[in-house]
């Protein structure tokens, strides 16, 4: 069981170029989670996704940030337009269940470090 | 809102030694879960301990354990025996138990263990 691979680990960009950055959780898992984490903070929830659905992006910014889980293929966060505010690292977590199963917790991949130049 | 606070920044213990890391929350609901993640160099999130509000008994991972004061909403974590191994950032986060399973996370306390 390889867990929830994340690629690129690294990635820079200028502004007003393009990042996208990829999940693929942990196999059996169908539940997707995205998280920032600005340098010296914890992390922050963007987004929720099961397979080809949004279920919650309520930390999602507004602009620029989009998201998605397609049936087939990894989880794609894509940030337009970046900006130097942008860089951080991104990390994406899988879950095996649906929501109020109690005991499920999250794994974690080693997260994607954008930097925008 | 949910909201976790962890108030020291920075800990540091000598190895072999006991340590004691802060966390206090704010919530409404009483069905929730806790947790303390382990953030090492390497960036990768691990699971350290996980506590879930409605049982009394305070969970025990071999050398982790934690304080859970429920009517304080406090969720300490104390390490014993610190190893070189220790050192990294500590998250304290904490789920509902409806809805999804977002996490809300502290900001983190980085804990450097002294040889």
């Known amino acids: 069981n390889a867990g929830v691979m994340q690629n690129p680990r690294h990635l820079v960009r200028r502004r007003g170029q393009e990042a996208r950055l990829r999940c693929s959780p942990m196999?059996?898992?169908?539940?997707v989670y995205w998280y920032r984490q600005l340098p010296e903070e914890g992390l922050k929830f963007m987004v929720y996704?099961?397979?080809?659905?949004?279920?919650?992006e309520s930390g999602m910014p507004k602009e620029r940030f989009s998201a998605e889980f397609p049936k087939e293929g990894p989880s794609i966060l894509r940030i337009q337009q970046v900006v130097r505010g942008d860089s951080a690292a991104y990390f994406c977590a899988s879950s095996p269940r649906s929501p109020n199963s109690g005991a499920n917790v999250l794994t974690f991949g080693a997260g994607s470090r954008l930097t925008v130049l | 809102a949910q909201t976790v606070t962890q108030s020291q920044p920075e800990m540091s213990v000598q190895e072999a030694e006991t340590v004691t890391l802060s966390c206090t929350y704010d919530t409404s609901e009483s069905d929730y879960y806790l947790f303390w993640y382990k953030q090492p160099p390497s960036r990768q999130m691990i699971l350290v301990i996980r506590?879930?509000?409605?049982?009394?008994q305070n969970a025990t991972e071999n050398r982790f354990s934690v304080n859970f004061q429920k009517a304080a909403k406090s969720f300490s974590l104390k390490i014993s025996d610190s190893q070189l191994g220790d050192a990294a950032m500590y998250f304290c986060?904490?789920?509902?138990?409806?809805?999804?399973?977002?996490?809300?996370f502290g900001t983190g306390t980085r804990l450097t263990i002294i040889p």
């Open positions: 196999k059996g898992h169908s539940h």
């Open positions: 986060a904490y789920r509902a138990n409806f809805g999804n399973e977002k996490l809300t």
């Open positions: 506590q879930e509000a409605y049982k009394q």
């Open positions: 996704l099961q397979k080809e659905n949004i279920i919650d």
